[in-house]
């Protein structure tokens, strides 16, 4: 079974930092790339940052770049350093590893930044 844990969210308050960690076990084969995704209350799933197994890696919203950051230790693990949190950024934040056609989602972890 394939298994997709995020792991470090948390209440914090605005201008705090966090880093959130995600790590895929199990009968993965291929994996193109892993993602962190976040879904605030009546909002759709937006795609935060993305990295390759190559290390190559993007930033998407414009108000989170230069914020946060996206690192790998492994093909299996990576991490989102968030900076400068601000009461937006509050929503689930969840994992995705892309692999074989197929994704593979966290269950998420929620992050909720106080003013």
């Known amino acids: 079974q394939v298994q997709v844990v995020e792991s470090g969210g948390g209440l914090v308050q605005a201008g705090g930092s966090l880093r959130l960690s995600c790590t895929v076990s199990g009968s993965v084969f291929t994996i193109k790339a892993m993602g962190w995704y976040r879904q605030a209350p009546g909002n759709g799933r937006e795609l935060v940052a993305s990295i390759t197994t190559k290390g190559i890696t993007d930033v998407y919203p414009n108000s989170v770049k230069g914020r946060f950051t996206i690192s790998r230790d492994n093909a299996n693990t990576v991490y989102l350093q968030m900076d400068n949190l601000k009461p937006e950024d509050t929503a689930v934040y969840y994992c995705?590893?892309?692999?074989?056609?197929?994704?593979?989602w966290g269950k998420g972890t929620l992050i909720t930044v106080s003013s």
């Open positions: 995705n590893t892309r692999a074989g056609g197929m994704n593979y």
